[in-house]
């Protein structure tokens, strides 16, 4: 029933940053995970980051480690994405995905999450 919405993708240069936001419809229980997945052009949909549910533990991808950070603003019912020395294999489209019923060993699996959002894309020039 949760709907999820991004926004704030665009066209940048490699090296330059870049804020993703992900909107929920509702407040959402204190067991609901959000996590980001991208996925380019011919390529498989990737995780990319997530918190679990409602406790402020972040988990990355190895290739975002250090780069990327994941937050939320519970108030706004908003997660971002903050992006910083973007490089051109980050570009993809990337999705907002949302569940409430994911074990943590699956946090990483793109299909542990039911609902998604229609994504926007990220594009780095180099």
């Known amino acids: 029933q949760v709907q999820l919405a991004e926004s704030g993708g665009g066209l940048v240069q490699a090296g330059d940053s870049l804020s993703l936001t992900c909107v929920t419809s509702?407040?959402?229980?204190?067991?609901?995970?959000v996590g980001w997945f991208r996925q380019a052009p011919g390529k498989e949909r990737e995780f990319v980051a997530a918190?679990?549910?409602?406790?402020?533990?972040?988990y990355y991808s190895d290739s975002v480690k250090g780069r990327f950070t994941i937050s939320r603003d519970n108030a706004k019912n908003t997660v971002y994405l903050q992006m910083n020395a973007l490089k051109p294999e980050d570009t993809a489209v990337y999705y907002c995905?949302?569940?409430?019923?994911?074990?943590?060993?699956?946090?990483?699996?793109?299909?542990?999450?039911?609902?998604w959002g229609p994504g926007t894309q990220v594009t780095v020039s180099s």
């Open positions: 995905a949302g569940g409430g019923q994911l074990i943590l060993s699956s946090i990483r699996t793109a299909s542990a999450y039911n609902t």
């Open positions: 509702e407040r959402t229980s204190n067991a609901y995970t």
């Open positions: 918190l679990w549910r409602n406790t402020g533990y972040t």
